[in-house]
T-cell receptor, first 115, second 118 residues
Framework: DAGITQSPRHKVTETGTPVTLRCHQTENHRYMYWYRQDPGHGLRLIHYSYGVKDTDKGEVSDGYSVSRSKTEDFLLTLESATSSQTSVYFC??????????????FGAGSRLTVL | AQTVTQSQPEMSVQEAETVTLSCTYDTSESNYYLFWYKQPPSRQMILVIRQEAYKQQNATENRFSVNFQKAAKSFSLKISDSQLGDTAMYFCAFMKHGPSNSGYALNFGKGTSLLVTP
């Protein structure tokens, strides 16, 4: 299995507090992604990265920021958590090129509850 | 923007039977990739099957096969000889094709919840 881990796996926090979710991959993949999963919405892209210090917004980026200082780590930060950000967050990664390398490999997900 | 539509929120099938999950998509791209991912109760996202749009032959992986109709923008998943372990949420997803250094993401449908009963 691809080495992609997320931490924490579960977190409960209060409205207004900052939260950081971490994604760590050992595959030396160039591209990394953060999605959120909500009932009735499938998975929606929050932010993605196409290299160290290179990031861009997805369709639901409001209220989130990301950073990538090393190839292996991609951090998702909620500066001031709100109840609407209660969700399951998935990190994914993939390498460049073709022949199967367009397949995203996913982490196990992080369940965040904002009270 | 590409949209992916899964019109069946829930489906049920008996063990050993065959079931087909529907997926349609909207794009102006001529070349792209289509995927089916499975998400069992463990929540892990697992790739089931992948199709490249420039290939006319439908992809097959053991009991899983697709019916890819490019002109109709349809990409259905057929599961043969259904097993209890196939119970999961199934997501159809689309990715644009680009240069080898493109960071295109997956666009997902909302999912179909499949229940396999004994």
């Amino acid at each position: 299995d691809a080495g992609i881990t997320q931490s924490p796996r579960h977190k409960v926090t209060e409205t207004g507090t900052p939260v950081t979710l971490r994604c760590h991959q050992t595959e030396n993949h160039r591209y990394m992604y953060w999605y959120r999963q909500d009932p009735g919405h499938g998975l929606r892209l929050i932010h993605y990265s196409y290299g160290v210090k290179d990031t861009d917004k997805g369709e639901v980026s409001d209220g989130y920021s990301v950073s990538r200082s090393k190839t292996e780590d991609f951090l998702l930060t909620l500066e001031s958590a709100t109840s609407s950000q209660t969700s399951v967050y998935f990190c994914a990664s993939r390498g460049p090129g073709d022949s199967g390398a367009n397949v995203l490999t996913f982490g196990a997900g992080s369940r965040l509850t904002v009270l | 923007a590409q949209t992916v539509t899964q019109s069946q929120p829930e489906m049920s099938v008996q063990e050993a039977e065959t079931v087909t999950l529907s997926c349609t998509y909207d794009t102006s791209e001529s070349n792209y990739y289509l995927f089916w991912y499975k998400q069992p109760p463990s929540r892990q996202m697992i790739l089931v099957i992948r199709q490249e749009a420039y290939k006319q032959q439908n992809a097959t992986e053991n009991r899983f096969s697709v019916n890819f109709q490019k002109a109709a923008k349809s990409f259905s998943l057929k599961i043969s000889d259904s097993q209890l372990g196939d119970t999961a949420m199934y997501f159809c997803a689309f990715m644009k094709h680009g240069p080898s250094n493109s960071g295109y993401a997956l666009n997902f449908g909302k999912g179909t919840s499949l229940l396999v009963t004994p």
